[in-house]
């Protein structure tokens, strides 16, 4: 096979069949901080060497280079292009609130620090090796160290406060610092791209620097104060840089900055983050407990609904939240596709209303159409397009439905209730489904859902007069999304299943297992005896109740409304990093006319399953009023059925050993990927290969 690419250089590395640039795209995120920090750091120490050694006659231009705004206006300048640079943290205390409040992933917290920490220990030796002379001129001879000299690098606090103080000071600047930067990157405020981000770090960083940072001379970052700490142990300095003022590297500039950026992240969260926080979701249940609030109220005590009260996040009813999001969502995956390939036709927009109740919009994409097109199927030259037939669909209906359909419907949702009526119960759903069928064999189909459906009380007239909502009798949400190839590339299924995990992580440790679990068993076709695809995620009936799938009410999932949304948004976000990487690199592969055969029996398998076992497919043709089009967009444009075809049941070719996985499902985000900690060992035993002193950190026990 052709080296994996993709047009404009726009290449995932961790799609990549070679191993040295996998590797690469795993340590990207590592090698981001680490580099970030000591840009971050030489801005910073520079400048302070260039303010403080040009005050001695003897190693001055002629003039003092500086003051105390040329050291704000250097560390803010210096964070800025860190941040520009790098796009990551460039801070262990803010990679903290990022984990505790925005579901950044646990296991990358000890690979980043420690790429942050030795990130400071370079930039500082950086500075130190550019300043040398002008250290030995200042400090009266080659060798001798001081900690008048050791502030160039960490952070000495003025005499006249005491430790505590300092430990105050520091926390004050950090929560200033992390607020700010929440504030800086909440995308339910701001769409800025990277250059203004930076841009806006400069500012917060050199005002707070400026406000409240002469005292302790701001380290507000543990990494920026132990790393240059760290090397001037290492360079001569020895333990004074650790031993002065009794542990007062530890208090202020680790323990302070670390609690600080907690407390600034909490308090954004509280009272100014418009999204669901679980952290504070969870402090909110506890405070609830304690004032002996224990949870004893009946489940579905209508007058204490969740769904009828205004939402702690957002005073908007559910069913509304989720009718913006999907049509976001919708515009964002369209727009993605579009630009995968700009030269084809756009996809077309297709707005309609449903008689019985609801709208809704089909963005269908569909090759042009000629006689060649029909005849020779394989004639690539005259199907230039990558993708042969797409459907992005958002739907929100409502009505009444059928008894038939309750009647169905109850088997796999257990909180729906019998009608007392024989017209049937009002409904609301609201979804988004898509499918996509690429062109080339090598790029595999992908289908996602993502739905809300809620069951009221019938309205009678006293609600119609009044306006008043129907009490709401049951709610659940569910969706998934799944890849259906027909060549096996495994490094694509652990893309597609490594993203969708991390986006699960959040909001509960047991979810991705689960939904996959739940989706292998879903999406096979019993006749066949195989799946239809490699899996991904599904889940259903996803409410406040108990829930059969997720039996451990001990393990964290979401159980709230507003949790269960934000899980939702989460994988529904994760749906274009996970799928259009992948098209983008397999679209452009040689395929030949046998492969083109594989790939049109594999869609008829598509289409046994969709049109036998499928509930969304079997409800939208029960429900009155349904759009037929819409509902049968997810079926290919073409398929093909042979007669005991010898295809797939050959050994030792591509297409049995796709249909070996289909019949024994396979775990695609195994746990032997690389840990953090194994990321740490490597970077800690590269540092050290290198030569770099380390004949003095016995002494302060490193």
Sequence with gaps: MPSSSAKNGNIDPTLERNPVV?????????????????????????????????????????????????LSLGWGAGLAV??????????????????????????????????????????????????????DINEGGIG?????????????????????????????????????????????????????????????????????????????????????????????????????RSWYWLYAPIIGDFLGGLIGAGLYDVFLYKEKSNVVSKLFQTLRSCCGDNGSKPLFNRSHHPLNLEMATSPKPMRQRVEE?????????????????????????????????????????????????????????????????????ISVVHGLLPPAAIKQMRADH???????????????????????????PHAPTVHANYRYFEITEPQDESHKESGETPQVLAWWFGGGSDLTPSYLYP???????????????PHGPQLYPTFKKWCDEYFYITHRNESRGIG??????????????LPNNDVKRPTTPDEIFAFVKSVGDAFVPSYVPILRIRHTTTYTPHQRRWQLIRRGRYVEFNLVYDRGTKFGLMTPGARIESILMSLPETARWEYMSELGNEEGTEEAELVKVLREPRDWVPESHLSSLSLSLFLFCTLLHSGLPTKNWGKWGV
Excluded at 33 to 54: D, P, S
Excluded at 339 to 345: G, M, S
Excluded at 491 to 505: G, N, R, V
């Design 414 to 440: 257990t909180s729906m209730p019998l009608p007392e009526r024989q017209e049937g119960l009002p409904f609301f759903a609201a979804g988004l489904s898509l499918v996509i069928h690429p062109r080339n």
């Design 536 to 549: 991904g995620i599904f889940f259903d009936d996803l409410n406040e109740g108990p829930h059969l799938k």
């Design 22 to 70: 996998r590797a690469r795209g795993w340590l990207m995120p590592y090698a981001a901080e680490f580099l970030g920090v000591m840009v971050f750091v030489m801005f910073g120490c520079g400048a302070n060497c260039q303010v403080n050694l040009t005050r001695n006659p003897s190693t001055s231009p002629g003039f003092q280079a500086g003051s105390w705004t040329s």
């Design 325 to 393: 999001y999907i049509n976001q969502l919708q515009d964002q995956i369209v727009t993605a596709l579009e630009e995968t390939d700009p030269n084809a036709p756009k996809f077309k927009r297709d707005s309609w209303v449903r008689a019985q109740g609801g709208s809704g919009r089909s963005c269908v994409f569909a090759a042009p159409i000629n006689d060649d097109n029909i005849i020779d199927p394989n004639n690539v030259q005259e199907q230039p397009t990558v993708l042969e037939k797409g459907g992005v669909n």
């Design 491 to 505: 490094e694509d299924a652990i893309h597609f299943h490594k993203t969708i995990s991390d986006a699960c992580a």
């Design 144 to 244: 001798i160290r001081t900690l008048s000299t050791a502030g160039y690098f960490g952070t000495i606090p003025v005499s006249y406060l005491s430790n505590a103080e300092c430990f105050v000071s520091e926390l004050i600047g950090t929560a200033l610092l992390v607020l700010s930067l929440f504030a800086l990157l909440d995308k339910s405020k701001n769409n800025w791209h990277s250059g203004e981000v930076a841009v806006g770090i400069f500012v917060m960083f050199t005002g707070i620097a400026a406000a409240v940072g002469v005292q302790t001379s701001f380290a507000y970052n543990p990494a920026r104060d132990l790393g240059p700490r760290m090397f001037t142990a290492m360079v001569g300095y020895g333990r004074q840089v650790f031993t002065f």
């Design 82 to 135: 860190a941040v520009w640079v790098s796009g990551g943290h460039v801070n262990p205390a803010v990679t903290l609130a990022m984990a505790v409040f925005r579901g950044f992933p646990w296991r990358q917290v000890p690979g980043f620090w420690l790429s942050q920490l030795l990130g400071g220990i370079c930039g500082a030796g950086i500075v130190y090796g550019n300043y040398l002379r002008a250290i």
